[in-house]
T-cell receptor, first 116, second 111 residues
Framework: GAVVSQHPSWVICKSGTSVKIECRSL??????MFWYRQFPKQSLMLMAT?????????EQGVEKDKFLINHASLTLSTLTVTSAHPEDSSFYIC????????????FGPGTRLTVT | EDKVVQSPLSLVVHEGDTVTLNCSYE??????LLWYKQEKKAPTFLFML????IEKKSGRLSSILDKKELFSILNITATQTGDSAVYLC???????????FGTGTRLQVTL
């Protein structure tokens, strides 16, 4: 089946620093990738839709200057959390839609970010 | 604003029981409804439903959608401890295929 990877799986950073999270579709091409955030015991909240070769579309309330998204190729999207603060600590999950099969989105394993 | 509501929020059952999880929604530009199982990491796909009244089945799990009443149910028969997880319902909308998730139902199956 389709595989989506994320790197790193877990990161701890100091307040004020930036962290980059990668999302890769390993065996398919994805023109669209999605970034979600999940706080403990809460559901997934869509942050932004990432389209290859164009600007990301951010959901209401998500700061685009803080959460920079780059979808430079059909298999890679990156999310950079800039000037991270403790309240940004969360589980970040990406998903990718197979360009050739639009039935479902495939989720990555997630990245746990802890900002100290 | 699109809304997806799941009930119950949590459920504890004994192994062998049958459970029914509910998902209701109010969205614009509905495309499909999806069910996911989430254990410790990212959600794993269970079902995608687009048409009313057509049951989808996979082993002991089944699901059906009612587009008139705007809800779906997920049934799990003969539950096992391995079924313990959070079950998420999501509705796909619009041309961008955005997913709006419900809060999830936390299912615990005990021996």
């Amino acid at each position: 089946g389709a595989v989506v990877s994320q790197h790193p799986s877990w990161v701890i950073c100091k307040s004020g620093t930036s962290v980059k999270i990668e999302c890769r579709s390993l065996d398919f091409q994805a023109t669209t990738m999605f970034w979600y955030r999940q706080f403990p015991k809460q559901s997934l909240m869509l942050m932004a839709t990432s389209n290859e070769g164009s600007k990301a579309t951010y959901e209401q309330g998500v700061e685009k200057d803080k959460f920079l998204i780059n979808h430079a190729s059909l298999t890679l999207s990156t999310l950079t959390v800039t000037s991270a603060h403790p309240e940004d600590s969360s589980f970040y999950i990406c998903s990718a839609r197979d360009s050739g099969r639009v039935e479902e989105q495939y989720f990555g394993p997630g990245t746990r970010l802890t900002v100290t | 604003e699109d809304k997806v509501v799941q009930s119950p929020l949590s459920l504890v059952v004994h192994e062998g029981d049958t459970v029914t999880l509910n998902c209701s929604y109010e969205v614009t530009n509905f495309r499909s409804l999806l069910w996911y199982k989430q254990e410790k990491k990212a959600p794993t796909f269970l079902f995608m439903l687009t048409s009313s009244g057509i049951e989808k089945k996979s082993g002991r799990l089944s699901s059906i959608l009612d587009k008139k009443e705007l809800f779906s149910i997920l049934n799990i028969t003969a539950t096992q401890t391995g079924d313990s997880a959070v079950y998420l319902c999501a509705v796909e909308t619009g041309t961008a295929s955005k997913l709006t998730f419900g809060t999830g139902t936390r299912l615990q199956v005990t021996l």
